[in-house]
């Protein structure tokens, strides 16, 4: 689950109908922001990512980046390194040597399990597959704040709200909340964002050569 979130991690309709309609002014928010995001070539941030349970009162935090550029990217953190290089992504388990090959995964075909497959769907905020509420202002560290909760429309996914972080001056994402039907809940504070480095190809290219010994598992089918 955590990998799925990240990887950006990096969120049932059931009693929240009412809350669940479309809003105007989060709307606005929404594609204002996702339009600023898209429009950059280029995308580097830290991230804190922190998963927790309700049922065993539990928490844990881990630090990665994520650099992407166009459809690329390259995330790491925990004890994992994931390229994609515009066709296949490459999960490296560092504390095994071992890689992991496979497709990625389809933001449409998303029930839950594998949201926010491409780390840059966190940047984008794809409003039309949820219905948006302005919650109001909250100061997130320094920084004033948009808060909006996002309901999915499809009943069938595993979480029930996205609660969603940005700046009002900026329009840059500076957190996510994920809320799950079992409890669970997983969140993204990004810091450190920085638009339209240059960053080398290389970045999103997963070299074998580096770590001998490497055990090489092919998923894609």
């Keep these: 689950m955590k990998k799925s979130i990240l990887a950006i991690v ?7 109908k009412a809350s669940a309609q479309n809003d105007p002014a989060a709307q606005a928010i929404l594609d204002k922001t996702s ?14 990512f922190i998963s927790s349970s309700l049922k065993n009162n539990q928490s844990k935090t881990e630090l990665g980046k994520i650099l992407i550029k166009g459809e690329k990217y ?3 953190y925990g004890n994992s390194d994931i390229y994609f290089d515009g066709k296949n992504v490459y999960n490296y388990l560092k504390s095994a040597n071992e890689l992991n090959i496979s497709k990625p995964e389809s933001f449409k075909k998303d029930k839950g ?4 497959s491409n780390p840059r769907d966190i ?9 948006s509420k302005l919650i109001g202002d909250n100061t997130v560290g320094k920084q004033v704040c948009y808060e909006i909760d996002l309901y ?14 940005i700046e009002k001056n900026s329009l840059q994402i500076v957190g996510l909340k994920v809320f799950y039907k079992d409890g669970a809940q997983y969140e993204i504070e990004i810091s450190n964002f920085g638009a339209n480095h ?3 190809e290389n970045e999103f290219v997963f070299d074998s050569k580096k770590y001998p010994g490497i055990q090489v598992n092919d998923m894609r089918f």
């Excluded at 999915?152 to 972080?165: E, G, L, M, N, S």
């Design 35 to 48: 339009a600023k995001n898209n429009s950059y070539k280029t995308i580097k941030a830290n991230f804190k």
């Design 74 to 76: 390259h995330l790491t």
């Design 152 to 165: 999915p429309i499809d009943i069938k996914v595993q979480y029930t709200r996205i609660r969603a972080h």
């Design 198 to 200: 240059d960053i080398p």
């Design 113 to 116: 399990s594998v949201f926010f």
């Design 123 to 131: 940047f984008r905020l794809y409003s039309k597959n949820f219905k």
């Design 10 to 16: 990096l969120i049932s309709l059931i009693g929240l």
